[in-house]
């Protein structure tokens, strides 16, 4: 059963990243990213970690996919356009990531034990002890993210900002008394 | 204030780190008041954060030579304030310090001249110090994080200019591609120790089997992550269109600030965590370097624009950084620190004249752009040439001296081969650097616009050219305090 379920989450994840690639129009790629999302939380919900998953949903498949729509809604992005990919990507892109992923997957598997499964419960992923971990063990870097945060918004403002301060609404105002 | 959570040693070591982020946050409330002409005090108080900063790390630093301690642990083993870490958090003070003050009259002229600048040039300060300090694997991923998307958002700061524009968008994407490759490295270290901390995961993969494959695994993706956030060959690509779209000063600055930065992560990745599995990453690292000096070397001689030839160089300068972790002795890795403190001073000189090429309506970063300075302005000239002769390794220059020890370094470790091809290359880069050089005293000048020598600008030259003499002439002291800096 548990194996059965593993399979069927795995299975759809995988199913809808590559559906995420090969479709044209963006809103349709974006949903398949939220089943993406939806098969990782129920893996992770699988595993024990309750907070991990529930964060997923509503981190990832809540409020990212949100502003996902809304940037794919403001910029009216229709299909997209095929440009002429290089030569190496079409030819060996694909082979050499077969390999690579084969080749760790081939790792990974002969060093794990084979009859060990890890079921519900075997990690300390209560939402408690992630909550004690945060504020004593990484504390520091729990802080540092607010300013990395800060940073993004910085950026945005930056980068998007008007071209002239003399074209900005409230000048125009001034000057028209 | 003071609890379980958060003791008296966790503030004294962060300090610093907060001092910047305050001035960090007040240089863009002050920038609102500010009218346009009076910018350079945004700048002004950048600096006095950056003064501050270091005030209070020389003050934590006699504390600890009162106590007679070498090392502070923090935040339950999250970051390490050892001599290594303040060792670096000179470098990045030096370096952030030089950017700002390149940076007032250049965003002037390019008409971008806003706070946020010298605000993200001091967040990126606090990523690289906490890079340079940490020693847990969460805190060396956020801190990159920090620094990283600060350094992307700088390089497109000039938003009129396309190049800038191509050139941060490329960095954001390789630059995000590769991060999640560190990631992955970073999994499945924590897979095989079930720790975040270096310590306990260098002992746990020192009890690993020697040739275990998913300790192999783990080395080349942590590597490949490395080698991509300092810009060696093969993941070096975006660097030189990085270095040519960004603002000459934030050139300057990425070359030197958040390239420590890199370095010291990789090292402390490499000796710690990294450490046992020497005999795994060592082929690797060897490839590695001899190919970043050679790539480095030949693409900079066909070059035509200055910055993208200094990218390449500085492509170059990484590989000869490598050679020292190759040999991996004392030598090796005192040659690494000295390298990467005099590479501080030379290569922000050699940008800080590229700076002063840039006039109101001349881009000024061709090579021909630089024809007849010596007629111009004969001290941008002179510098321009200290700072190249530095750059290839000439004594009596301090450039020599880094080389002299990662020479050296690589013939106490009997590696004959890798030393002869790092002397041929000085070859090669003498020849591109006189390029320049001879561009400048032997062309006749083009045009009769002088170089905008702003009072930033000249200071920022008359240091990094005193100490690129200082350290090569008399470099006894510079010697010591890199011996006493015991790398991890």
Redesign the interface.
């Given at each position: 059963m548990y194996q059965l379920l593993f399979f069927v989450f795995a299975g759809a994840a995988v199913g809808f990243a590559i559906n995420l690639l090969l479709q044209r129009h963006p809103i349709h790629s974006a949903l398949s990213l939220i089943g993406v999302m939806a098969s990782l939380a129920s893996l992770y919900l699988m595993l024990g970690a309750e907070f991990i998953a529930a964060a997923q949903i509503i981190v990832y498949a809540g409020a990212i996919m949100v502003l996902f729509v809304f940037v794919i809604m403001l910029l009216n992005a229709g299909e997209e356009e095929r440009t002429q990919r290089s030569r190496f990507a079409k030819y060996l892109g694909l082979p050499l990531i077969l390999l690579l992923v084969t080749s760790m997957a081939a790792v990974i598997y002969r060093q794990v034990p084979q009859d060990a499964m890890v079921r519900f419960g075997d990690f300390p992923g209560r939402t408690a002890d992630i909550g004690r971990r945060l504020f004593l063990n990484y504390l520091l870097p729990f802080e540092v993210v607010s300013i990395v945060i800060l940073v993004a918004i910085i950026g945005t403002v930056v980068l998007a900002r008007k071209d002239s301060e003399t074209e900005g609404p409230g000048k125009a105002v001034v000057s028209e008394k | 204030m003071l609890s379980?959570?958060?003791s008296a040693v966790?503030f004294l070591v962060?300090k610093p780190v907060i001092l910047l982020?305050l001035f960090g946050?007040g240089v863009?409330l002050t920038d609102l008041l500010l009218e346009e002409r009076h910018r350079y005090l945004s700048a002004v108080t950048a600096l006095v954060g950056l003064g501050f900063a270091g005030v209070q790390m020389w003050m934590i630093q006699s504390q600890m030579r009162q106590a007679e301690v070498n090392e502070l642990e923090?935040?339950?083993?999250?970051?390490r304030l050892d001599h290594f870490g303040i060792f670096f958090f000179w470098i990045f003070l030096i370096s952030s310090a030089i950017a700002i003050l390149l940076a007032i009259r250049y965003l002037e002229i390019e008409q971008e001249h806003?706070g946020?600048y010298y605000?993200?040039i001091l967040?990126a300060t606090?990523?690289m110090i906490?890079l340079a300090i940490g020693t847990?694997l969460?805190?060396l991923?956020?801190?990159l994080?920090?620094m990283v998307?600060?350094v992307?958002?700088l390089t497109?700061?000039l938003?009129?200019d396309r190049r800038s524009n191509e050139a941060?968008l490329k960095y954001l994407l390789l630059g995000a591609f590769s991060t999640g490759i560190l990631a992955y490295g970073m999994s499945l270290l924590y897979g095989l120790s079930n720790s975040t901390n270096l310590e306990e995961i260098a002992f746990a993969i020192s009890q690993r089997p020697a040739g275990?494959?998913?300790v192999?695994?783990a080395v080349i993706t942590v590597a490949t992550g490395l080698f991509f956030k300092v810009g060696a060959v093969p993941f070096h690509q975006w660097l030189p269109d990085a270095y040519e779209g960004a603002p000459t000063s934030i050139t300057a600055f990425m070359s030197v600030g958040p390239k420590a930065a890199a370095f010291a992560f990789l090292l402390r990745m490499f000796m710690l965590p990294l450490g046992p599995a020497r005999e795994q990453w060592l082929p690797l690292l060897i490839g590695v370097a001899v190919a970043t000096m050679t790539l480095g070397n030949l693409a900079a001689v066909s070059q035509s624009n200055v910055k993208r030839l200094l990218a390449y160089s500085a492509i170059s300068h990484v590989g000869y950084i490598l050679l020292g972790l190759v040999s991996g002795n004392d030598t090796g890795l005192k040659g690494i620190a000295i390298y990467l403190l005099v590479y501080a001073f030379m290569n922000m000189g050699a940008f800080a004249v590229v700076v002063a090429m840039r006039r109101r309506d001349l881009i000024g970063d061709e090579i021909d752009d630089m024809a007849g300075l010596m007629y111009k302005s004969p001290t941008a000239a002179v510098l321009m040439m200290i700072f190249l002769l530095s750059l290839a390794g000439i004594p009596p220059t301090a450039g020599f001296l880094g080389k002299y020890f990662i020479f050296l370094s690589l013939i106490e470790s009997q590696h004959f081969t890798l030393a002869v091809i790092a002397v041929l290359y000085v070859a090669v880069a003498l020849y591109y650097y006189f390029r320049i050089v001879a561009v400048m005293f032997m062309r006749e000048p083009v045009d009769w616009e002088l170089p905008t020598l702003a009072p930033g600008i000249r200071i920022a030259l008359g240091v990094t050219a005193a100490m690129t003499l200082i350290i090569g002439l008399y470099p006894e002291p510079f010697i010591q305090i890199v011996s006493r800096t015991v790398l991890p």
């Open positions: - | 379980e959570y958060f966790d962060l982020t946050v863009m923090a935040f339950r083993g999250a970051v806003h946020e605000a993200l967040f606090v990523g906490l847990d969460i805190t991923f956020v801190s994080e920090l998307i600060s992307y958002i497109g700061f938003r009129r941060a275990d494959p998913v192999l695994l």
